[in-house]
C-alpha cells in the first residue's frame, strides 16, 4: 500500500447468536408490599437486611459476650469507687461546707458541720452494725443462700452505678483512658470524638448509616452529620477528629460519600489499626506480566486499605512533584512500566537529571537523553516542536477518516495500533522537568530572540492541552515545585497530579492544585519515613471510585534490576511486533524542524517586542509571585516586607509613587484561621506591568515572565 493512502473501508461484518424463543420465559417475580417495607424500613436494623452486616454483628456479639465477664467485673469496681466517694462526700458534710466557704461563714458554721460530721459517723456504724447484724442472723437461719442473692443484686447496683455514661457520679477520672477504637463497641465515643473536634454541637449527634464493620487491617463507619454540617468540613478537619480518636492521622481517611447512596453530609471513615505505611513496600505487578495495554490504567501503588490503585494515562497528562529522595523518580518510572510494556507505545525519555535512573529506558525510547547542558535543552526543544508538528498533522488525517474508524476527533486503540495511520500512543517522559523550564539560553524563533525555557513551557503547554486526544501522553516529574519553575498555564492543563512530601503547604497547592490543603490533602505532612507515599489527584476513575478528589498512596515498588527487566521485555515486545524505531533502533536522527508552523499553532507571546526594565520594588515583587500573580487575588503587605526588606513607611511610599494603593482583605493562614490584613490586589499589579513594559510579551496566559 502507498505510504501517503488510507486503507479502504471493508464491508460491515456481521455476527448473530441463534436463539431459541420456544420455551416459555420466567416472569420476574413480584416482590410483596412486606418484602419491600422490611428494605427500606428505618425501623428494621440494617444487620437484619444485609448479610454482610449480619455476620459482622454477629461477630461483635460474641466479643461482647466474651468480654462481658471482665466488663462487668470492672462496672462494679466503678461503682464501689463511686459508692465510696458519694458516701465520703456525704460524711464530710461537703455541700454543707462548700455552701459555707463560698458565703463566707465558715467560722461562724463551723461547730454545726463538725457536730453534722460525727452525726453522720454514727449513722454510718450504726448501718454497719445492724448490716452486720442481720446478715449474721439470716446466715444462721436460712443458710449462704439468701446472702449470694443479696450480693448479686448489690453488685448489679454497683455495676449499673459504675457504668461508663456521661452525667454518672464518679465520671471525672484525673487520667483518661485509651480512646483507641473503642467507639466499634460504643459509638458515643465517636459522637464524643465529633464533638471534641468541634465537628458537631454539644447537644448534636450523629446518625449511624452503616455500623462499624472489618475493613482489611481497619474499621469502616459511614454516618450522617446533623442537618447543615457538611462532610467537607470533616474532612478538612481530619487532625482534628484523628486526635479525638487517639490515632495518627495517616490511619485515618475520612471521604464524603457521593453519588445516588450519598449527599453533602453523609460521611465515610475508615480507621486502621496501625500504620498502614509502616510494612515493606509491595513490589510492582507487572513483573509478572508478559505485556500490558496501554489503554489500561498502569498500576501505580496501594491506599491506606490495601486497595490496588491504577493510574489511567491515556487521555491525560501527570506531574509528579517532591523533594530529592521521596521517590518521585520512582513514581514516575513505574507509569513509565506499563507503557514500555506495550509494543505499540512511542515513548521520549529526557533525564534532566544526568544519572543512570532512565538508561535502561533507552533500549526502547524512540528518542532518548541524560544530560542537563543547554546542548540537551536544545534538543528537548526539538523534540517537541517535532511533536507539536506531529499532533497537527494526527488531527489532519483524522479529519479524513469515516465515522466508523474515527468516530470523534480522537485516537482510538484500533488506531493507535494500525501501523497505517502511523498514531500510536506517544509518551513524553521529563525528569527534573524544572531544569529546561529554568533554561535562559537564548533560541531564535523566525528572526525573534528568545528564552528556551520560556519557550519550553509554551511547547508543553500546547501539548498537554491539545495532545491527549491525539494519543500523547504527557509526564513530568520535578524536585522544586514553586509556581517560578512551573508555568501556572501549565499546571492548569496536567490532569493528574502526585505530590510525595514537600516542605510547606504552598508547595503541595503547586503540585495539587489551589486550596488543596484546606480541603485537607497536605502532602506537606506525610512523614519523612514514608518514602513512596504521596497524594494522588487522579483525572479518571480508580479503585477508591470516580467521585474521590485525592487520596494517600504507597507507590509499588520498583528496584532498578526490575526496571531494566521491564525495559528488557519491552524491548523483546518490539522486536517481535517491528515497532523498534529511533534511538531504540540506531536510528537517532535530529527531527526536522518548522517553527514559523508551530508559533502559529501555539501563538507564541514570545514574539513581542523587546520589553523595558521595571522598577523597584515592582520587579522584585513580580519575580517573588512568578506565577501567582495570575493565581492569587491579594498579597499581604507583611509578605512584600520580608522581601524587599524595606521598612512600612518606604515601602508604602514608593508603592504609591507607583499608583498601588493598599487595601484590606481576609486571608487563611497555615493554622487555618481567617483574618484582615492589608496588602495589594494583584490585578493592579497585572495593570502596572502592562502599563509600564512596552510589549504584551511579559504577562501572558502562562503568567509574570
Given at each position: 500500500m502507498p505510504e501517503n493512502t488510507l486503507p479502504v473501508k471493508a464491508g460491515p461484518v456481521l455476527g448473530a447468536e441463534l436463539i431459541d424463543d420456544t420455551l416459555p420465559q420466567p416472569r420476574p417475580r413480584e416482590k410483596s408490599w412486606f418484602t419491600l417495607w422490611w428494605r427500606h424500613s428505618p425501623r428494621v436494623p440494617l444487620w437484619l437486611k444485609n448479610g454482610a452486616h449480619a455476620r459482622q454483628a454477629a461477630k461483635d456479639a460474641v466479643v461482647w459476650l466474651v468480654k462481658s465477664p471482665w466488663r462487668f467485673v470492672g462496672a462494679v469496681v466503678r461503682g464501689i469507687v463511686v459508692g465510696a466517694?458519694?458516701?465520703?462526700?456525704?460524711?464530710?458534710?461537703?455541700?454543707?461546707?462548700?455552701?459555707?466557704?463560698?458565703?463566707?461563714?465558715?467560722?461562724?458554721?463551723?461547730?454545726?458541720?463538725?457536730?453534722?460530721?460525727l452525726f453522720r459517723w454514727k449513722v454510718t456504724g450504726a448501718v454497719l452494725a445492724v448490716v452486720a447484724i442481720v446478715t449474721a442472723v439470716v446466715h444462721l437461719v436460712y443458710g449462704a443462700d439468701p446472702l449470694w442473692i443479696g450480693g448479686a443484686a448489690v453488685s448489679v447496683t454497683l455495676a449499673v452505678l459504675g457504668r461508663r455514661k456521661d452525667g454518672s457520679p464518679g465520671r471525672k477520672p484525673a487520667l483518661a483512658g485509651p480512646r483507641t477504637l473503642t467507639w466499634t463497641m460504643d459509638p458515643q465515643v465517636l459522637v464524643d470524638a465529633y464533638r471534641d473536634a468541634k465537628l458537631i454541637g454539644k447537644d448534636e449527634t450523629l446518625r449511624l448509616v452503616e455500623r462499624a464493620t472489618r475493613i482489611g487491617d481497619g474499621w469502616a463507619v459511614t454516618v450522617d452529620l446533623p442537618a447543615t454540617r457538611k462532610a467537607a468540613d470533616v474532612v478538612k478537619n481530619r487532625e482534628a477528629l484523628a486526635s479525638a480518636l487517639a490515632v495518627d492521622e495517616v490511619q485515618l481517611i475520612v471521604e464524603r460519600v457521593r453519588g445516588n447512596g450519598g449527599h453533602a453530609g453523609r460521611v465515610a471513615m475508615w480507621v486502621a489499626d496501625e500504620d498502614p505505611y509502616a510494612s515493606p513496600p509491595l513490589p510492582t505487578p507487572l513483573l509478572g506480566v508478559t505485556r500490558w495495554d496501554a489503554w489500561r490504567p498502569v498500576p501505580f501503588g496501594r491506599d491506606a486499605r490495601d486497595r490496588r490503585i491504577d493510574l489511567p494515562l491515556v487521555w491525560t497528562s501527570l506531574l509528579v512533584g517532591a523533594i530529592p529522595r521521596q521517590g518521585k523518580t520512582f513514581a514516575a518510572r513505574l507509569a513509565a512500566a506499563g507503557l514500555i510494556l506495550d509494543a505499540w507505545v512511542r515513548l521520549y525519555v529526557a533525564d534532566?537529571?544526568?544519572?543512570?535512573?532512565?538508561?535502561?529506558?533507552?533500549?526502547?525510547?524512540?528518542?532518548?537523553?541524560?544530560?542537563?547542558?543547554?546542548?540537551?535543552?536544545?534538543?528537548?526543544?526539538g523534540w517537541?516542536?517535532?511533536?507539536?508538528?506531529?499532533?497537527?498533522?494526527?488531527?489532519?488525517?483524522?479529519?479524513?477518516?469515516?465515522?466508523?474508524?474515527?468516530?470523534?476527533?480522537?485516537?482510538?486503540?484500533?488506531?493507535?495500533?494500525?501501523s497505517a495511520l502511523n498514531m500510536p500512543i506517544t509518551a513524553i517522559f521529563i525528569d527534573e522537568v524544572q531544569v529546561p523550564l529554568e533554561d535562559r539560553t537564548p533560541v531564535e524563533v523566525q528572526g525573534k530572540k528568545l528564552m528556551a525555557g520560556e519557550y519550553v513551557g509554551e511547547l508543553l503547554t500546547w501539548l498537554a492541552k491539545k495532545g491527549p486526544a491525539a494519543g500523547i501522553v504527557l509526564?513530568?516529574?520535578?524536585?522544586?515545585?514553586?509556581?517560578?519553575?512551573?508555568?501556572?498555564?501549565?499546571?492548569?492543563?496536567?490532569?493528574?497530579?502526585?505530590?510525595?512530601?514537600?516542605?510547606?503547604?504552598?508547595?503541595?497547592?503547586?503540585v495539587l492544585g489551589e486550596q488543596m490543603n484546606t480541603r485537607g490533602f497536605d502532602s506537606s505532612r506525610l512523614l519523612p519515613s514514608h518514602k513512596g507515599v504521596g497524594i494522588l489527584r487522579p483525572d479518571g476513575d480508580t479503585a477508591a471510585g470516580a467521585d474521590v478528589l485525592a487520596m494517600t498512596v504507597r507507590t509499588y515498588y520498583m528496584p532498578n534490576e526490575d526496571w531494566q527487566t521491564i525495559c528488557q521485555r519491552?524491548?523483546?515486545?518490539?522486536?517481535?511486533?517491528?515497532?523498534?524505531?529511533?534511538?531504540?533502533?540506531?536510528?537517532?536522527?535530529?527531527?526536522?524542524?518548522?517553527?514559523?508552523?508551530?508559533?502559529?499553532?501555539?501563538?507564541?507571546?514570545?514574539?513581542?517586542?523587546?520589553?523595558?526594565?521595571?522598577?523597584?520594588?515592582?520587579?522584585?515583587?513580580?519575580?517573588?509571585?512568578?506565577?501567582?500573580?495570575?493565581?492569587?487575588?491579594?498579597?499581604?503587605?507583611?509578605?512584600?516586607?520580608?522581601?524587599?526588606?524595606?521598612?512600612?513607611?518606604?515601602?508604602?511610599?514608593?508603592?504609591?509613587?507607583?499608583?498601588?494603593?493598599?487595601t484590606r482583605d481576609r486571608v487563611t493562614t497555615e493554622e487555618g484561621e481567617t483574618r484582615q490584613v492589608r496588602g495589594y490586589l494583584t490585578a493592579e499589579i497585572r495593570s502596572a506591568v502592562e502599563r509600564l513594559t512596552s510589549g504584551s510579551s511579559l504577562v501572558d496566559g502562562d503568567g509574570a515572565r
Open positions: 466517694r458519694w458516701w465520703r462526700s456525704w460524711v464530710t458534710v461537703r455541700d454543707y461546707r462548700t455552701a459555707a466557704e463560698e458565703s463566707e461563714k465558715l467560722a461562724d458554721k463551723f461547730a454545726e458541720i463538725r457536730a453534722l460530721t534532566f537529571k544526568a544519572g543512570k535512573d532512565w538508561d535502561a529506558a533507552g533500549q526502547v525510547a524512540h528518542r532518548f537523553m541524560a544530560g542537563d547542558e543547554p546542548e540537551h535543552v536544545l534538543a528537548l526543544v517537541l516542536v517535532e511533536l507539536v508538528a506531529e499532533v497537527q498533522g494526527r488531527f489532519r488525517r483524522m479529519r479524513d477518516l469515516d465515522d466508523l474508524t474515527c468516530p470523534e476527533s480522537k485516537v482510538t486503540p484500533e488506531m493507535s495500533r494500525d509526564v513530568l516529574a520535578t524536585q522544586r515545585p514553586d509556581s517560578k519553575t512551573i508555568p501556572s498555564g501549565l499546571r492548569a492543563v496536567l490532569g493528574s497530579r502526585f505530590a510525595l512530601r514537600v516542605m510547606d503547604w504552598r508547595d503541595s497547592n503547586i519491552g524491548r523483546a515486545l518490539r522486536e517481535a511486533a517491528g515497532t523498534l524505531t529511533g534511538h531504540a533502533a540506531g536510528q537517532d536522527t535530529a527531527p526536522l524542524l518548522d517553527h514559523a508552523a508551530v508559533v502559529k499553532a501555539i501563538g507564541a507571546g514570545a514574539t513581542g517586542g523587546p520589553t523595558q526594565p521595571l522598577p523597584e520594588p515592582l520587579l522584585a515583587i513580580v519575580d517573588y509571585l512568578g506565577d501567582d500573580l495570575d493565581d492569587r487575588k491579594f498579597v499581604p503587605t507583611a509578605e512584600l516586607l520580608e522581601l524587599v526588606g524595606l521598612d512600612s513607611r518606604t515601602f508604602a511610599e514608593q508603592m504609591a509613587e507607583l499608583g498601588f494603593r493598599p
